[in-house]
């Protein structure tokens, strides 16, 4: 069974820190990744996708890929209370899949 | 209207009732997906369709009955319903099948009580 481990939090960080959310994965197939932020009471929305092994940068926010060691990560530099909401990693099957497995996501808190 | 949008945004029926929720997209889209999201569960998808057929279904209860006209409209019909039901119903779009980097869009849900 395909799984998506993340922290469910909440992780608190003072306004202007960096926020790292973390994502584990189980199956090796995977291909795509993305970050999804939820609002309370809101729909998801894409913060940023990844496919390739490394860095993505898009202004504040660095997605970080490591496929051998499975895991996917979110950096939000110069956090702003605005980024308060919970953020969901997901991922697909690969091998042609397109089935987008979620994790239960992480809260997160930014402290003015 | 832009995006994903969905009606009714909030609905409170019956275990006897039968109702209808309605996801529209104006993305020019060929893929469309629900998924429900209970309290502390991850997303779940139930159905998948890909050029009004469908393509997926997970397992979800004959109570869930999936209906796509066309690649732009997607319905989902409920009918004698249980509490363990009630949850944010999301609709969700995409160019085509996702994975292959295919993003989704998500509607605003539809969040559903029943009683």
């Known amino acids: 069974q395909k799984e998506v481990e993340q922290n469910s939090g909440p992780l608190s960080v003072p306004e202007g820190a960096i926020a790292s959310l973390n994502c584990t994965y189980s199956?090796?197939?995977?291909?795509?990744f993305f970050w999804y932020r939820q609002y309370s009471g809101k729909s998801p929305e894409l913060i940023m996708s990844?496919?390739?092994?490394g860095d993505k940068e898009d202004g504040r926010f660095t997605a970080q890929l490591n496929k051998a060691s499975q895991y996917v990560s979110l950096l939000i530099r110069d956090s702003q209370p605005s980024d308060s909401a919970t953020y969901l990693c997901?991922?697909?099957?690969?091998?042609?899949?397109?089935?987008?497995?979620f994790g239960k996501g992480t809260k997160l808190s930014v402290i003015p | 209207e832009t995006g994903v949008t969905q009606t009714p945004r909030h609905l409170v029926m019956g275990m006897t009732n039968k109702k209808s929720l309605k996801c529209e997209q104006h993305?020019?889209?060929?893929?469309m997906y629900w998924y429900k999201q209970s309290a502390k569960k991850p997303l779940e998808l139930m159905f998948v369709?890909?050029?009004?057929?469908?393509?997926e279904n997970n397992s979800v209860p004959s109570r869930f009955s999936p209906e796509c006209p066309n690649s732009s409209h997607l319905f989902l019909h409920l009918h004698t319903l249980q509490p363990e039901d009630s949850a944010l119903y999301l609709c969700?779009?995409?160019?085509?099948?996702?994975?292959?980097?295919?993003?989704?869009?998500f509607g605003p849900g539809t969040r559903l009580l029943v009683l």
């Open positions: 199956d090796r197939g995977s291909q795509s």
């Open positions: 993305l020019g889209h060929n893929a």
């Open positions: 990844i496919y390739s092994n």
């Open positions: 997901a991922l697909d099957s690969g091998a042609g899949s397109y089935q987008l497995t």
């Open positions: 369709y890909n050029f009004k057929e469908q393509t």
């Open positions: 969700a779009s995409s160019q085509d099948l996702a994975g292959n980097q295919e993003t989704q869009y």
